[in-house]
């Protein structure tokens, strides 16, 4: 019997190994720019600040994204269909996106972010936006890798994976856990989760849903499509 580790839709390619590297390199150059230009305008503080704040919107971000794709449109949605067709597997199969490859799950996140980054890489020289953009392009890339993290049995992570966990500098397994739990509508911010309590408890994506409802009467799917997360398999992203 094949070993499910040796399942190609869970291995890098080396295309997916080149997008990954281009979208890595994208931020070191924004992050390098910014620390070259702050040297030389003396812009420590507001360079810090603007780390500072590219991390705490990218988990704001990461949630709201997963809450939209968690819920609406469908494989056949124009750009993002393959997405949320992967979103709904890995709520049948939590557990097979820690086996994939990283490159394998990052490659198309930095695709993207390399043609958005990198013309502001290249024309920018403010270091405040370039630290801002370094920072939250950074985490963005690697929001899947840390949502994956998140599905690890901890004595399997690296050394410093856990101790970010622990430090709450990224989510860890049991703050995600409450997303893969009835009826599947909170918890969705996977990059450190600092904005689950307050999203939560303000009812911020309920309020929304109930707006789209009223307005285009489309319901979203936590409202009449109860997950499963019984149904066996390995596949997660193509």
């Given at each position: 019997m094949a070993s499910p580790y040796n399942d190609p839709s869970l291995i890098s390619t080396w295309s997916h190994c080149a997008w990954f590297a281009s979208g890595c390199i994208t931020v070191l150059i924004s992050l390098a720019k910014s620390v070259t230009t702050a040297f030389n305008s003396r812009t420590w503080l507001e360079l810090i600040l603007s780390y500072m704040v590219g991390y705490v919107l990218a988990d704001l971000f990461s949630g709201i994204y997963h809450w939209a794709i968690d819920n609406y449109g469908c494989a056949k949605t124009p750009i993002f269909g393959n997405q949320i067709r992967l979103?709904?597997?890995?709520?049948?199969?939590?557990?097979?996106?820690?086996?994939?490859?990283?490159?394998?799950?990052?490659?198309?996140?930095?695709?993207?972010?390399?043609?958005?980054?990198l013309p502001i890489v290249l024309l920018c020289s403010d270091p405040v936006l370039l630290g801002f953009v370094g920072v939250f392009a950074g985490f963005i890339l690697f929001t899947l890798q840390i949502h994956a993290w998140a599905h690890c049995a901890k004595d399997k992570l690296p050394p410093l994976v856990v101790a970010l966990q622990d430090c709450r500098i990224i989510v860890k397994s049991s703050k995600h856990a409450a997303h893969h739990r009835p009826p599947y509508n909170s918890n969705y911010c996977i990059v450190s989760g600092m904005w689950d309590m307050l999203l939560d408890k303000s009812k911020f994506f309920v309020a929304l849903e109930k707006i789209f409802f009223f307005m285009l009467g489309v319901p979203p799917r936590s409202w009449t499509e109860p997950n499963s997360e019984s149904t066996q398999g390995t596949e997660f992203q193509k």
């Open positions: 979103f709904q597997l890995h709520h049948e199969t939590p557990w097979a996106i820690a086996r994939q490859q990283m490159a394998k799950s990052l490659h198309v996140t930095a695709r993207v972010l390399t043609f958005m980054v």
